[in-house]
């Protein structure tokens, strides 16, 4: 049984366990493998919240794959900043490859359209999303991302590399902020 979180000044509660991240993860592989049969795929995993779920995710998809990262920030604590800060940026050659962006989360949508613009500019073949959570309450972006694990209500959550203040991301279940 999950058991309440307290992180910094904040209580959160158990939202989706690890099986089901588990379980949705695996489709979400087979959703991509069979959108690009016989293709190479260059993944792109947004830091620092992805890398839990880009390791598992790449874990079930066999043939010839890249991988690469971007660093990008907007966020302060719990709430968006309302901007985008590129950190550290891509030294893989784009052109003529088919991009996958690997995402935590997409909520308001402003990040990942400015990596999508930053990634076109470089004359991919193709650029989808595949993002583990996506808040639609919250979406005020260009592009909706392609593949989708869980579409949640418009709360702040932790856990599986998703963090309040830098900390949280090493739960391995997805925590939702308590209602006061």
């Known amino acids: 049984m999950q058991l309440d979180r307290q992180i910094h000044d904040k209580v959160f509660?158990?939202?989706?366990?690890?099986?089901?991240?588990?379980?949705?993860?695996?489709?979400?592989?087979?959703?991509?493998?069979?959108?690009?049969?016989?293709?190479?795929?260059l993944f792109i995993a947004i830091l620092n919240g992805a890398?839990?779920?880009?390791?598992d995710l790449l874990k079930e998809i066999p043939g010839?794959?890249?991988?690469?990262?971007?660093?990008v920030s907007s966020y302060i604590g719990a709430q968006s900043s309302g901007r985008v800060d590129e950190l550290i940026g891509l030294n893989t050659d784009l052109k003529g490859k088919h991009v996958v962006i690997l995402e935590d989360i997409v909520d308001t949508g402003i990040t990942i359209d400015k990596v999508i613009?930053?990634?076109?500019?470089?004359?991919?073949?193709?650029?989808e999303v595949c993002t583990l959570l996506f808040k639609p309450e919250a979406?005020?972006?260009?592009?909706?991302?392609?593949?989708?694990g869980f579409e949640i209500p418009n709360k702040f959550v932790?856990?599986?590399?998703?963090?309040?203040?830098?900390?949280?991301?090493?739960?391995?279940?997805i925590y939702q902020l308590k209602e006061e």
Do not use: T, W
Request: proline share 4%; glycine share 6%.
């Open 64 to 71: 010839n794959i890249q991988i690469s990262f971007v660093k």
């Open 117 to 127: 613009s930053l990634l076109k500019s470089q004359n991919p073949a193709s650029v």
């Open 158 to 173: 932790v856990g599986y590399g998703l963090d309040y203040d830098e900390l949280g991301r090493n739960l391995n279940e």
């Open 13 to 41: 509660c158990p939202f989706i366990s690890k099986d089901e991240i588990a379980h949705k993860v695996k489709n979400l592989s087979s959703e991509i493998q069979k959108d690009y049969i016989g293709e190479e795929i």
């Open 51 to 55: 890398f839990m779920f880009a390791s």
């Open 139 to 148: 979406f005020l972006g260009k592009q909706l991302p392609k593949y989708i």
